[in-house]
């Protein structure tokens, strides 16, 4: 669950990021955004392309965590407004995946909508019980400070009906418990090979949750509590003890089949994925709420044809650029 693919966050640290200027009228200034939101800019590359960087000092995070943002052609001249995607990323990765590993760039071509990939390390797009490095308040930073941040320094449609919200694997997590908590927030969410159902199989996604948020962004503490879970907590991120929370939204769930020959742990991770999304989907049907899904071969990896499947469907529910 927690890995997302074969490049290591070694390797994606040590590439650049996106570049590109950015902001509230065409045509745009350099270093058009500025601070807010709890958010003050500590680095930042914009050279008036369609991918942008910054990099944040926040209260929310003991690092300074960064973001792409990734803007519709034509944006700097265009003077409209556009929908946002936030893409979240999977585990052991970071806000650089889906550009130097799955060409997001290329896969939005054309597509006019905004595109923004934020940070997460292995934190499960949470506030943590504990943490034994410092703040590690993902879902405030997300929420709280990011989200007004991106409506106050970019031309987006600032309501229910102009975001949306997907991801990868952990970040497939993120989107459904994000959507169900937020209500009002965003419109459509995906989730490409995220769990959807944290107490199944005696819990066995939120182990994954506390073991690989102990490891890897909490110094050995966890999100949920260990030995003895913030059942609260559990139940308020659990997607589907949230089934009511998903009326009115557009869904779609992707998983795969078939065990990976290569990565053992891979094909647990989808194995549990599916199982999970099975799970969340027949409470859908039972609460009669409309979804789309798709059960593919092939193990736990982000799929870049039902990505831009499911991209095309967002664009269709959400409001216009113009």
Same mark, same amino acid.
């Given at each position: 669950?927690?890995?997302?693919?074969?490049?290591?966050?070694?390797?994606?640290?040590?590439?650049?990021?996106?570049?590109?200027?950015?902001?509230?009228?065409?045509?745009?200034?350099?270093?058009?955004?500025?601070?807010?939101?709890?958010?003050?800019?500590?680095? *930042?590359?914009?050279?008036?392309? *369609?991918?942008?960087?910054?990099?944040?000092?926040?209260?929310?995070?003991?690092?300074?965590?960064?973001?792409?943002?990734?803007?519709?052609?034509?944006?700097?001249?265009?003077?409209? *407004?556009?929908?946002?995607?936030?893409?979240?990323?999977?585990?052991?990765?970071?806000?650089?995946?889906?550009?130097?590993?799955?060409?997001?760039?290329?896969?939005?071509?054309?597509?006019?909508?905004?595109?923004?990939?934020?940070?997460?390390?292995?934190?499960?797009?949470?506030?943590?019980?504990?943490?034994?490095?410092?703040?590690?308040?993902?879902?405030?930073?997300?929420?709280?400070?990011?989200?007004?941040?991106?409506?106050?320094?970019?031309?987006?449609?600032?309501?229910?009906?102009? *975001?949306?919200?997907?991801?990868?694997?952990?970040?497939?997590?993120?989107?459904?418990?994000?959507?169900?908590?937020?209500?009002?927030?965003?419109?459509?969410?995906?989730?490409?090979?995220?769990?959807?159902?944290?107490?199944?199989?005696?819990?066995?996604?939120?182990?994954?949750?506390?073991?690989?948020?102990?490891?890897?962004?909490?110094?050995?503490?966890?999100?949920?509590?260990?030995?003895?879970?913030?059942?609260?907590?559990?139940?308020?991120?659990?997607?589907?003890?949230?089934?009511?929370?998903?009326?009115?939204?557009?869904?779609?769930?992707?998983?795969?089949?078939?065990?990976?020959?290569?990565?053992?742990?891979?094909?647990?991770?989808?194995?549990?994925?599916?199982?999970?999304?099975?799970?969340?989907?027949?409470?859908?049907?039972?609460?009669?709420?409309?979804?789309?899904?798709?059960?593919?071969?092939?193990?736990?990896?982000?799929?870049?044809?039902?990505?831009?499947?499911?991209?095309?469907?967002?664009?269709?529910?959400?409001?216009?650029?113009?």
């Amino acid at each position: 669950m927690s890995i997302t693919s074969k490049t290591s966050r070694r390797a994606l640290l040590l590439g650049s990021a996106g570049l590109v200027g950015g902001a509230l009228a065409a045509p745009l200034p350099a270093s058009a955004a500025g601070d807010g939101h709890g958010l003050r800019i500590v680095d *930042r590359n914009e050279n008036g392309g *369609r991918l942008q960087y910054y990099r944040f000092a926040t209260d929310a995070i003991a690092w300074d965590p960064a973001v792409n943002v990734l803007l519709p052609d034509g944006y700097h001249w265009s003077g409209k *407004r556009y929908p946002v995607l936030y893409l979240l990323h999977g585990g052991n990765a970071d806000f650089r995946t889906f550009h130097m590993q799955d060409n997001i760039i290329n896969l939005t071509a054309g597509k006019e909508i905004i595109v923004v990939m934020p940070d997460a390390s292995t934190g499960w797009y949470c506030n943590p019980v504990g943490s034994n490095t410092g703040p590690r308040n993902w879902e405030t930073f997300h929420i709280g400070q990011l989200l007004p941040w991106i409506e106050s320094n970019f031309r987006t449609f600032p309501e229910y009906n102009g *975001r949306a919200v997907a991801g990868f694997s952990m970040g497939g997590f993120g989107a459904l418990k994000y959507t169900a908590k937020y209500y009002g927030h965003f419109c459509s969410v995906s989730s490409h090979s995220g769990p959807a159902s944290l107490r199944r199989d005696f819990g066995l996604v939120v182990h994954w949750a506390n073991a690989t948020s102990a490891a890897l962004d909490l110094g050995g503490a966890t999100v949920y509590g260990a030995p003895f879970w913030d059942e609260a907590r559990v139940s308020a991120d659990n997607p589907v003890q949230r089934i009511g929370s998903y009326h009115n939204k557009r869904i779609f769930l992707a998983a795969g089949t078939s065990p990976d020959p290569v990565n053992w742990f891979d094909s647990v991770n989808e194995t549990q994925v599916l199982a999970g999304q099975r799970e969340f989907r027949a409470e859908l049907g039972r609460a009669g709420i409309p979804h789309e899904w798709h059960e593919v071969p092939g193990g736990h990896y982000f799929r870049h044809e039902l990505f831009v499947h499911d991209l095309n469907g967002m664009l269709g529910r959400l409001r216009r650029a113009g």
